[in-house]
């Protein structure tokens, strides 16, 4: 299984993105989908999670700027991020909770990580 991340770049605070995350391999159900991310110095951090039924829930700091979505016939997961802040600046993670085989329990699997850059 892969998750394969894009989208990431440099831009001006105010301006948008819009993150990717395609899933791959042998993939027979996937749960919740998420994105996190890591900025230099800080643990890692929930930005926004959807659920298969698309059920979503966001970090406070977030809220009404970004959306996440995800389109499950593709098995990927996306994130628009509008009026970005320079404190936005960090490597994003995508995560999904997914299942294998019908005989496995479902786990956690992550992207490489695209980075993201807010100049002020």
């Known amino acids: 299984v892969q998750l394969q991340a894009s989208g990431g770049g440099l831009v001006q605070a105010g301006g948008s993105l819009r993150l990717s995350c395609a899933a791959s391999?042998?993939?027979?159900?996937?749960?919740?989908m998420g994105w996190y991310r890591q900025a230099p110095g800080k643990q890692r951090e929930l930005v926004a999670r959807?659920?298969?039924?698309?059920?979503?829930n966001y970090a406070d700091s977030v809220k009404g700027r970004f959306t996440i979505s995800r389109d499950n016939a593709k098995n990927t997961v996306y994130l628009q991020m509008n009026s970005l802040k320079p404190e936005d600046t960090a490597v994003y993670y995508c995560?999904?909770?997914?299942?294998?085989?019908?005989?496995?329990?479902?786990?956690?699997?992550w992207g490489q990580g695209t980075l993201v850059t807010v100049s002020s």
């Open positions: 995560n999904a909770n997914l299942r294998t085989s019908w005989r496995a329990p479902s786990g956690d699997y």
């Open positions: 959807i659920t298969s039924g698309g059920s979503t």
């Open positions: 391999g042998s993939i027979v159900s996937i749960n919740g």
